[in-house]
């Protein structure tokens, strides 16, 4: 089946110009992720949804971060005024689980989309 | 501040030799534990999940243990291919995490030379 999407793979903005990065999750997965991966290191949690419920953003590094899910299953992940430390790697996952929920490896696995590489001049 | 540790950051082995990859995180109390592979310019392949009650998994050719009184992991790859060169990413659910989002280490950098 398909798996997590993401669009678009390549962007290339200038510094102080906005972006929208885009988020398909698996269909029917109630819980979505985004996370921030820098060269050479691991992804970091940046913001989670339930369905259409933020429920965490704990790691948006700035105001300047706002993600989105308004129908509980596309999400848009949106930079205003970037910069060039916030170019990276954002990934996205989907999960079928609520956290919180106990369950089996099937309910708690997070599926990763490719990601999309975000370079700022 | 919760943390994951991967050790060595960068692994050379022969074609057909076993191997060992490490984890280590810095508090007991998981949710579940997934092992990643992550290919240049792609995403993450979820390789092997484990339980917070569980000790191992195994799907073919990769076995993962999962220890966490002492806060470690090893992913254990057989007969290794030079297919299987790719960055191998440890990721921990930590209890105290409301979301079970994943905390990450940087990764080995596996390659098996032919």
């Known amino acids: 089946g398909a798996g997590v999407s993401q669009s678009p793979r390549y962007k290339v903005a200038k510094r102080g110009q906005d972006v929208a990065l885009r988020c398909d999750p698996i269909?029917?997965?109630?819980?979505l992720f985004w996370y921030q991966q820098a060269l050479g290191q691991g992804p970091e949690f940046l913001t989670y949804f339930q369905n259409e419920a933020q429920l965490d953003k704990s790691g948006l590094p700035s105001d300047r971060f706002f993600a989105e899910r308004p129908e509980g299953s596309v999400s848009t992940l949106k930079i205003q005024r970037t910069q060039q430390e916030d170019s990276a790697v954002y990934l996205c996952?989907?999960?079928?689980?609520?956290?919180?929920?106990?369950?089996?490896?099937?309910?708690?696995?997070?599926?990763f989309g490719p990601g999309t590489r975000l370079t700022v001049l | 501040k919760q943390e994951v540790t991967q050790i060595p950051a960068a692994l050379s082995v022969p074609e057909g030799e076993n191997l060992v990859l490490n984890c280590s995180f810095t508090?007991?109390?998981?949710?579940?534990l997934q092992w990643f592979r992550q290919d240049p310019g792609k995403g993450l392949t979820s390789l092997l999940l484990i339980q917070s009650s569980q000790r191992e998994q195994t799907s073919g050719r990769l076995n993962a243990s999962l220890d966490k009184s002492s806060g470690r992991s090893t992913l254990y790859i057989a007969a290794s291919q030079p297919g299987d060169s790719a960055t191998y990413l440890c990721a921990v659910a930590f209890s105290s995490g409301s979301a079970r989002q994943l905390t990450f280490g940087s990764g080995t950098q596996l390659t098996v030379l032919p």
């Open positions: 508090d007991s109390a998981i949710y579940n």
């Open positions: 996952a989907s999960s079928l689980s609520k956290a919180g929920l106990a369950g089996d490896r099937s309910y708690n696995e997070q599926f």
């Open positions: 269909s029917g997965h109630v819980s």
